[in-house]
Structure formats: C-alpha cells, structure tokens
C-alpha cells in the first residue's frame, strides 16, 4: 500500500520562499513519478510539477517555471518542491501525487492519472 505524506508549507510574503516535501511510503523499485498540483480557492486543481524517480526527469507548469524546483531524495523516497520568488497567486493548498509508470518515459500531466495523493498543505502567500 502506497502512502504519501507532505510536510512543510505555510505562509510567506510575496517574494519569499517555502519549502515543502512529501515522503513516498511503500514503493519498491523507482519506476514512479511524484507530482504537486495545487487548488487555490474557487479555482480548478493545476500541476505545477512532476518528476521521473528513475530517471530524475522534470516537468513545471509555465505558471512556476524558473521559480519552483523540484528534486529528490531518493535514499529517504522524499520529494521537495522549492518555492521561491513566490506571489499571492501561488496561494494554493498543495497536494503530492504517485503513480507507477512501468513501461512510460514521462509522467503524466493530469491528476486523474495518478493513483496516491496525500492529505495536503496549505501554501499563503501575502502581498
């Protein structure tokens, strides 16, 4: 049984940074991709970035792009999502996401692809 678990979060100004991180429970091999997606109030749930375990392969959203970073541990099968430059509309509660990936090279973009999602941490950004 997968598990996932998201640490960190909480409130910054605009321009600050935040960190947060998501440790993947019960995987045995690497062939799995963790994602974030995000849901800010009154708005529809977006990625904002994914990364191959196996092969360390990334993918932002334009919206994040050149601001957030995502990396992983793989000894400790964490993830962490670097946030910085960050602004009010990165407000958001933001979810960690698994799913396998036998036999794909990417991860998918959409959240109905992935099986495993954790409980979520809330981001807040202030102006």
């Known amino acids: 049984q997968i598990h996932l678990v998201e640490s960190g979060g909480g409130s910054a100004q605009a321009g600050g940074s935040l960190k947060i991180s998501c440790v993947a429970y019960g995987y045995t091999s690497d062939r799995y991709c963790m994602a974030w997606f995000r849901q800010g109030a009154g708005r529809q749930r977006e990625a904002v970035a994914s990364?191959?375990?196996?092969?360390?392969?990334?993918d932002y959203a334009a919206s994040v792009n050149g601001r957030f970073t995502i990396s992983q541990d793989s000894a400790q099968n964490t993830v962490h999502l670097q946030m910085n430059s960050l602004k009010p509309e990165d407000t958001a509660m933001y979810y960690c996401?698994?799913?396998?990936?036998?036999?794909?090279?990417?991860?998918?973009?959409?959240?109905?692809?992935?099986?495993?999602w954790g409980q979520g941490t809330q981001v807040t950004v202030s102006s």
């Open positions: 990364i191959f375990i196996a092969g360390g392969d990334t």
């Open positions: 996401a698994a799913v396998g990936v036998v036999g794909a090279k990417w991860c998918p973009k959409s959240g109905g692809e992935y099986d495993y």
